[in-house]
């Protein structure tokens, strides 16, 4: 722990941070693409019952988290990975970075949220869903009607309308590419994606980022996530959350050791952690689907048929399938200079 | 004297003067900043380059396949792919290029396949440490597998590193990279030509009229230097953006795209262009405008055949720096740019969005290129300068001129009114509850522990890596430049010196960044314990920013006369000591510049630390792009503005320190 001079000067903060380093034993450096308000309560839940083990966070969008990874491949950094696109850690798979580890309790869990493998790879912890974040205030503006399917959003009234994220670095973006080409079938979908960006006024790095611009009224509708959505109505954006009738893309949040590691027994113990009840619940602030059965509880301002409308996801198309698919987007969407 | 009359000298070794405990001392120093150079800049740089000739390339030759009948028993032959391939075509050459994360189907080379079919496969690799996947399971040894047809169509081949130009040829036959350059170019040209072309005349208003409040336009035309090219952008977001305040003024058009990034990159290169044109007109001969009057040019002739050669120098100057500044500037087209693709914004897509760090280094070398080709042309410009002042001249004093004298003014006032309503913009859009549905204030955006970025400790560690960057940046710069300009002989080494002292200045910052990481990031480098740590951003920050302090110190240590180090040799005193007890603090006033000038750069610079910081080391600025990215604005906003006001304190308290040492140390500079 450092004792930078300015944290002095913050009495309290610094007790509290002195406070915390008498106890601390182990650091565990943890990547995560969780959203960055939710870090500091994941983790003093974590330390209510293992004081000694203080988190580092490292936390970038879900792209540049994997980047960061494969590209330290060889001089790995980090020691877990707590909250990263399932896809993403099958890609990590594929390298051989992960530490297989079957925490204690995992039977527990929906075995759709664990890796196939045993011991398994990666644990699940929750889903995050597609969803169309819809500024009703600005679309009343505009004279929008609102949409209610996918395809509903290539119709000309949109034109400029549409945020979404850049599916080469956000998680959230391939999500939606890559449910739309498993729902419609590789011609359908790409003629899909033709027609809808038409409409779409820009592409975004993040994928919380088109939902955060409809709710400032930037753009009236964002490609986001249903999370995203309903907190950002919480915080008192006219939104509407809009479930796509054909179906919504979705990926889920998960959990592994690093390969290498110098702290396996404390991060065996994070793992451990991160399948428990009490961590699921935790996760069931946010995400209406948590891999624990029976725990979800309703959350506020998330659409009701949410769960029915998750497609059947297929995660090895997705993680196999992810340099071909970006590289086909970016061929033909991302050259056009002129957001028209 | 003829040749006949010189003595031929006896044969031997040519005679050298012995090297002094001195000079050893010297030239051991130089050589050891100069090694700091090569290993902070050259190295990670050739680490680069040779990155961008490293591809993937599918090796089919090195996988082999058997094949069972109908029975799922009697396999054939062991095939390579490669075979299989050369008989049926199924792929060509230029879709065996892949990127790292690049995956081959391998149904494709069976054309009869169904994954009902009751066929087996068995599949190896030919060599160890052959990749395939099955699923998501790698597979390495040579070992055969056996695999159902279900099975058998996961099968995944894995690149292999290979050498050659591979990604320079998939760089220029994809449109939607290659597309960037001409937009770069572009976008870099319009900016330059408006931004001096403004400059110009806020300088001339300023050196060349009797205006009021020439101070106070000095100081506002400063401002953009203190805060990083992003705030610009999102100062604009709120200007014109679909919510803007001033939205009607773009008739529709979209702020996101080339208009945002003109104006943006007009705002913050302002100040460089006006510093630079500003000197040029400074001095002026009064004889040459005289001359003019007497004959009867026009003051729009005398403007034209007087005051703009006067300062053609400065000009040109100003435009080359204007056009590197934008060209290699990543902030700003990173958050206002919307679809139009730059450069510098590239070379992040494809390292951070995509992982793909060798199509990074490809686009970091074509982005070299221009900046390289600027900066060369500027140095030529510059060394044909020659003195515009000789002794007889009389300075040019301007007359009142009341016409002329307030629409300068009234010009001035609409360029500080740009700026400072750009700043204010940024300011209020930060106190500001919701935008643009709840006006009222809060300090909400200030909270940026719940945001992304890093929060206030990214503050802090600013602030630290700019105190660090300023002290120990200085003193490597002063100390190397003192070296290079005192020291005797050893002129190889003295000039080799001066080429990589110029070099950083011609390095865009988003390369300089990416070529630290592959070099630093290397476990086979002794020196890869820097990576992640507070140590790599200083070093890397006061290697991007060495020239101009390089430059600083050498014009300051040019007004010293050699005859110092005489009179110190005949004295018998080391050179050392002549250099702390005469040397530095004769120069203070330089020094002060150079640490202030490395204070703020290090405060708004985000393009070389962007691919550099780690979770305990995220700095401010990184927190403002990081933070306009996941699409909380105004607390970007208001992180944004923390900086500007605490370069501004910077600004002030170096002010107030300089009047200080100055008044202590440089009195023997008046009478």
């Given at each position: 722990m450092s004792s930078k001079p300015l944290t002095k000067i913050l009495g309290t903060v610094a007790a509290f941070a002195f406070a915390t380093a008498a106890y601390a034993e182990t650091e565990l450096t943890v990547y995560t693409a969780v959203e960055a308000e939710d870090l500091a309560r994941y983790a003093e839940t974590f330390n209510a019952s293992h004081p000694d083990i203080k988190i580092n966070w490292v936390r970038d969008s879900t792209g540049v988290i994997t980047a960061k990874l494969l590209a330290e491949r060889d001089n790995p950094q980090a020691d877990v990975i707590w909250g990263l696109a399932a896809t993403s850690l099958l890609l990590l798979k594929s390298e051989g970075m992960l530490e297989a580890y079957a925490p204690a309790g995992v039977e527990a869990l929906d075995p759709k949220f664990v890796d196939g493998d045993n011991p398994p790879a990666w644990v699940g912890m929750d889903a995050w869903v597609a969803s169309v974040c819809y500024n009703t205030v600005e679309a009343e503006k505009n004279g929008l009607t609102p949409p209610t399917s996918w395809k509903d959003l290539t119709d000309a009234q949109y034109k400029g309308h549409v945020v979404m994220p850049n599916p080469a670095s956000s998680g959230t973006g391939f999500l939606d590419v890559s449910s739309w080409l498993q729902m419609f079938g590789e011609e359908e979908g790409w003629a899909f994606m033709d027609a809808l960006h038409g409409n779409i006024a820009r592409y975004t790095h993040s994928g919380s980022a088109p939902c955060k611009l409809a709710a400032a009224g930037e753009t009236t509708i964002g490609v986001s996530f249903a999370f995203r959505g309903a907190k950002s109505k919480a915080a008192g954006a006219p939104l509407d959350i809009i479930v796509p009738s054909e179906g919504v893309g979705w990926d889920m949040e998960a959990t592994a050791i690093v390969a290498g590691t110098a702290n396996l027994e404390a991060a065996q113990k994070l793992v451990d952690f991160t399948v428990t009840k009490e961590a699921n619940e935790m996760y069931n602030t946010g995400y209406a689907v948590v891999a624990y059965p029976g725990v979800a509880k309703p959350v506020e301002h998330f659409p009701e048929n949410l769960l029915d409308k998750m497609i059947e996801n297929d995660f090895e198309f997705a993680a196999n399938n992810r340099a071909a698919i970006l590289k086909e987007w970016q061929g033909r969407y991302d050259g056009k200079s002129d957001p028209k | 004297m003829t040749d006949a009359a010189v003595p031929t000298p006896?044969?031997?070794?040519?005679?050298?003067?012995?090297?002094?405990?001195?000079?050893?001392?010297?030239?051991?120093?130089?050589?050891?900043?100069?090694?700091?150079?090569?290993?902070?800049?050259?190295?990670?740089?050739?680490?680069?380059?040779?990155?961008?000739?490293?591809?993937?390339?599918?090796?089919?030759?090195?996988?082999?396949?058997?094949?069972?009948?109908?029975?799922?028993?009697?396999?054939?032959?062991?095939?390579?792919?490669?075979?299989?391939?050369?008989?049926?075509?199924?792929?060509?050459?230029?879709?065996?290029?892949?990127?790292?994360?690049?995956?081959?189907?391998?149904?494709?080379?069976?054309?009869?396949?169904?994954?009902?079919?009751?066929?087996?496969?068995?599949?190896?690799?030919?060599?160890?440490?052959?990749?395939?996947?099955?699923?998501?399971?790698?597979?390495?040894?040579?070992?055969?597998?056996?695999?159902?047809?279900?099975?058998?169509?996961?099968?995944?081949?894995?690149?292999?590193?290979?050498?050659?130009?591979?990604?320079?040829?998939?760089?220029?036959?994809?449109?939607?990279?290659?597309?960037?350059?001409?937009?770069?170019?572009?976008?870099?040209?319009?900016?330059?030509?408006?931004?001096?072309?403004?400059?110009?005349?806020?300088?001339?208003?300023?050196?060349?009229?009797?205006?009021?409040f020439k101070g106070l336009f000095r100081l506002v035309a400063m401002a953009p230097i203190l805060v990083p090219s992003l705030l610009p952008g999102i100062a604009l977001v709120y200007l014109f953006g679909n919510q803007g305040m001033l939205k009607e003024l773009l008739f529709g058009a979209s702020i996101y795209g080339p208009i945002g990034i003109v104006i943006g990159s007009v705002f913050f290169t302002f100040p460089h262009a006006f510093l630079i044109i500003s000197t040029a007109l400074a001095i002026s001969d009064a004889r040459l405008y005289e001359a003019s009057v007497v004959l009867r040019a026009s003051p729009w002739r005398t403007f034209w055949t007087v005051t703009i050669p006067g300062a053609r120098y400065g000009l040109v100057s100003a435009a080359f720096v204007v056009f590197n500044l934008v060209i290699t500037d990543f902030g700003l087209p990173k958050v206002i740019g919307g679809q139009f693709n730059v450069l510098a914004v590239d070379i992040y897509k494809q390292v951070i969005g995509q992982q793909n760090f060798e199509m990074g280094a490809v686009v970091s070398v074509v982005l070299v290129i221009p900046a390289i080709v600027a900066f060369a042309i500027d140095r030529i410009v510059q060394s044909k300068q020659v003195a515009l002042l000789s002794a007889r001249s009389v300075p040019h004093a301007p007359t009142p001129h009341a016409a002329k004298d307030w629409s300068l003014f009234a010009f001035s006032s609409l360029i500080a009114v740009f700026i400072l309503g750009m700043l204010g913009v940024c300011q209020f859009a930060a106190l500001v509850k919701f935008w643009p549905y709840d006006l009222s204030f809060s300090l909400n955006n200030y909270q940026f522990d719940r945001m992304d970025g890093g929060g206030w400790g990214a503050y802090f560690n600013s602030i630290k890596m700019a105190l660090l960057t300023a002290v120990i940046g200085t003193a490597v710069v002063f100390f190397g430049a003192y070296l290079v300009e005192k020291s005797n002989g050893f002129k190889t080494g003295r000039m080799l010196f001066q080429m990589f002292a110029m070099l950083p200045m011609a390095i865009p910052g988003m390369v300089l960044g990416l070529a630290y990481i592959f070099f630093f990031n290397n476990p086979e480098n002794p020196l890869h314990f820097l990576y992640g740590t507070m140590a790599i951003l200083v070093i890397c920050t006061v290697t991007h920013f060495y020239t101009v302090s390089h430059l600083t110190a050498t014009t300051a240590l040019q007004q010293m006369d050699r005859e110092f180090e005489a009179v110190s040799a005949s004295l018998k005193q080391p050179t050392l000591k002549l250099f702390t007890r005469v040397t530095v603090p004769v120069s203070l006033p330089a020094i002060l510049d150079i640490s202030i000038y490395l204070f703020v750069n290090a405060m708004t610079t985000v393009s070389a630390v962007v691919f550099l910081y780690s979770p305990k080391t995220s700095l401010a600025s990184i927190a403002v792009l990081n933070m306009d990215d996941a699409g909380d604005i105004a607390p970007a906003a208001a992180m944004g503005m923390m900086i500007f006001y605490t370069n501004a304190a910077a600004r002030i308290l170096h002010l107030v320190a300089s009047r200080g040492i100055m008044a202590r140390t440089q009195a023997w500079r008046g009478r």
């Open positions: - | 006896p044969s031997g070794k040519p005679i050298r003067g012995k090297l002094s405990r001195d000079d050893i001392i010297m030239r051991g120093s130089m050589i050891v900043i100069g090694l700091y150079l090569l290993v902070t800049m050259a190295l990670p740089l050739y680490a680069m380059l040779s990155k961008s000739f490293s591809t993937y390339t599918f090796n089919l030759g090195a996988y082999e396949v058997q094949v069972s009948d109908e029975t799922g028993a009697n396999f054939s032959e062991p095939v390579s792919f490669a075979a299989m391939n050369a008989e049926m075509g199924v792929v060509s050459d230029s879709d065996l290029i892949a990127g790292s994360d690049g995956r081959l189907g391998v149904t494709q080379f069976f054309p009869d396949f169904s994954f009902r079919s009751p066929v087996m496969y068995r599949v190896r690799n030919t060599v160890d440490g052959g990749r395939f996947l099955v699923g998501s399971t790698l597979n390495e040894g040579t070992d055969w597998t056996e695999l159902d047809s279900n099975t058998f169509r996961r099968v995944q081949l894995r690149p292999e590193k290979a050498t050659g130009l591979g990604n320079f040829q998939a760089y220029f036959s994809t449109p939607a990279l290659s597309n960037s350059i001409k937009n770069s170019v572009i976008i870099a040209l319009i900016s330059t030509v408006i931004t001096v072309t403004l400059a110009f005349w806020f300088a001339y208003a300023l050196n060349r009229s009797c205006m009021r």
